[in-house]
């Protein structure tokens, strides 16, 4: 059973959903309900989500320590647990993950990868940039992107 539930954050309203104890989907500044098929409950998985979520917007949490699950392709969760290498505060380039994962020719891939990252921010494809420094592509938009990247450079 998927339980999601909404909370008010600086991003506006964001959804989080679980199954099975485990965070699968973080839908940001998101006004309408994403999953029809879901349990609007509460959990205490949840919950926990909500409060590293606030901490890290507040500027006091740089690592999350959730139960992750993302669905994807074997290439893409590979892509995704990647991300995780890149530290709080720094940026690295779509090259430098396609390094990473033993597989320098696939940077486009990559990108395509992050784009259907469902649990940015908790998977920071937001530290993801173009090999010349420049912001490039992200599914929230570039703007978004940006304030993540300087709310961690603070």
Not at 21 to 40: D, K
Not at 44 to 73: C, H, I, M, S, W
């Amino acid at each position: 059973m998927i339980n999601i539930f909404s909370y008010r954050t600086d991003l506006g309203n964001t959804w989080i959903a679980e199954e099975d104890g485990y965070i699968t989907r973080i839908f940001l500044h998101r006004e309408s309900t994403p999953l029809a098929e879901a349990s609007y409950q509460e959990t205490a998985v949840l919950k926990e989500a909500y409060q590293q979520l606030t901490e890290y917007l507040n500027g006091t949490r740089q690592d999350f320590t959730l139960p992750l699950k993302p669905q994807g392709t074997p290439f893409q969760i590979k892509v995704w647990y990647a991300l995780l290498n890149i530290p709080y505060g720094n940026t690295a380039s779509y090259q430098d993950v396609a390094i990473t994962i033993g597989n320098e020719r696939a940077a486009r891939a990559i990108g395509s990868a992050n784009r259907l990252n469902p649990l940015p921010i908790f998977l920071p494809c937001h530290r993801v940039i173009g090999k010349n420094g420049s912001l490039v592509g992200y599914s929230e938009g570039l703007h978004f992107k940006t304030c993540l990247l300087e709310l961690e450079r603070k």
